[in-house]
């Protein structure tokens, strides 16, 4: 495997990642100013911002249902 695939499969994987904390810091209860706090934080700073999400962030998920109800 080359390395510029390699490159190609660690970025996909970090931007499901990006998609994925999105949908559930939008999906949270939190207020506004909260979601597009975390939401800038993990765009601009990928792998500083979804490690401190996964470790500060999915308290308050409720997922697809709250998304669905708004």
């Known amino acids: 495997m080359e390395i ?6 660690v970025a996909a994987l970090v931007i499901l990642l990006e ?3 999105i ?4 999906g949270s ?8 706090l975390w ?3 993990v765009v601009y ?3 500083p911002g979804l490690l ?3 470790w500060r962030g999915p308290r308050a998920v409720k ?3 709250v998304l669905e109800e708004k």
């Not at 510029?4 to 499969?9: E, L, N, P, Q, Y």
């Open 4 to 9: 510029g695939t390699m490159w190609i499969i």
């Open 19 to 21: 998609i994925f904390a």
């Open 23 to 26: 949908w559930h810091i939008i």
């Open 29 to 36: 209860e939190r207020r506004a100013e909260r979601k597009m």
């Open 39 to 41: 939401i800038v934080f």
């Open 45 to 47: 700073a990928p792998f």
């Open 52 to 54: 401190f999400w996964i």
């Open 63 to 65: 997922g697809r249902a």
